[in-house]
Nanobody, 127 residues
């Protein structure tokens, strides 16, 4: 059973930065792709980023390109989402997820493409 644990979400002012972490104990990140998805109040859960097992392919939602960066530390079994220049519309619960494939799903954004989820971490961007 895969366990994913997110952390790092908090209240931040517009223009600020946060780094989210997704710990996956005992999970070989160099074998499996991981996605970050988010769900804003009243909206459907959507893909924000996906990172393939090889690290050769990383995908981003258009609205976060140039602001968000996904990375990983294989030795720590942890995936990160660095979020810069945060905007109020980035407010959401952020989840990491996987479908235990080496490549990101095609398409990678829909939530139904992922089978295993963390509990989520709340990011609130507000002044």
């Amino acid at each position: 059973q895969v366990q994913l644990v997110e952390s790092g979400g908090e209240l931040v002012q517009p223009g600020g930065s946060l780094r989210l972490s997704c710990a996956v104990p005992g999970f070989a990140l160099d074998y499996y792709a991981i996605g970050w998805l988010r769900q804003a109040p009243g909206k459907e859960r959507e893909g924000v980023s996906c990172f393939s097992s090889s690290g050769d392919s990383t995908y981003y939602l258009d609205s976060v390109k140039g602001r968000f960066t996904m990375s990983r530390d294989i030795a720590k079994n942890t995936v990160y989402l660095q979020m810069n220049r945060l905007q109020p519309e980035d407010t959401a619960v952020y989840y990491c997820a996987t479908d235990l494939a080496s490549s990101c799903p095609a398409p990678w954004r829909p939530h139904y493409q992922y089978d295993y989820w963390g509990q989520g971490t709340q990011v609130t961007v507000s002044s």
